[in-house]
């Protein structure tokens, strides 16, 4: 276990990709050590409903490493829980990460879980022995009215069995450090782990940035645009950007780092280099 925390995300290949890239990914992130790889759940046309599950199973069992399943709440009954809790179980998967999940044109909501806390609860109600991770969201969720009223939603998160938050991708520090101190104000005591998104490449971290409603400083902006046309040089810069951003989060006291892996290992790798020493093995 690291002091901070240390954990990984990765996503499943989609339905159509060829089964083996996770094992690049995973390959590639060996002597790493994370203390867990979180695995996304899509909510998508060609997702894989099973792949979270095989995914997190590989993670745990071939590779040793403890493994947090995603899953989203707004397409699924009490129904579809209970069988993939089932599948958690059988593939040796005690955390979880409910999530409510983002609308997907074209799909009618199933209406049964508005909230990641209701499917949260709902976990916790049928299984009390699974490990319940949540989202949260340092510039407030695009839907909410304040950071404000955001963070007294995310105390009901914690109110129904969260005991662990990752936070949404940021690039400006301060913006985290003032929502972890106003949580702690509000009385929400569990870890905060702060998730790093790389900005290796331009229009992907632009379109990112305004989907999540990230405020993006100008530093990052003069980087992106100087380095647009440079594949090279961008990603040296935007692994320089992420391994400032965790050094000065670490000495500000951070509980854990989350790096959006994008399962892109040299870029973790490169930026593991450049910050590990700022971990402490406790274990
Ligand atoms: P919620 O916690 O339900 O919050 C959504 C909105 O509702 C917020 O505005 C909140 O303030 C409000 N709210 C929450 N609870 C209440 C309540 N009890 N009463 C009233 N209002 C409330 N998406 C995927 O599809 N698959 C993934 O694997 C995935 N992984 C993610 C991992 C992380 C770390 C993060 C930060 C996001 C991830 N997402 C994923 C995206 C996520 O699904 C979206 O951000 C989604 O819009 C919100 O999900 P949530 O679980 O935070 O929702």
Redesign the pocket.
Known sequence: MHSPIFSLEIFPPKRNAPVGTIYDTLDGLEGLHPDFISV????GKSSDRTATARIAHTVKREYGIDAVA?L?AMYVTKKDVDDTLEMFREAGVSSI?P????VVEGRTPAGVFT???DLAAYIKSVDPSFKLFG?C?PEG?P??ASLE??IE?LR??VDSGVTHL???LFYSTDEFLQFAELARKKDITVPIEA?IMPPVLAKSTLRMAKQCQAHVPRHLHQILEKWQGNKEALQQAGIVYASEQISELIANGVDGIHLYSMNHPKVVRRIWNNVSSLFEVVE
């Open positions: 996304t759940y899509g909510t995603h989203t990460l999530l409510r999940g983002d909230h990641a806390s989202a969201y969720h839907q909410s009223e955001d939603n009901k998160k990752i936070s949404q998730g």
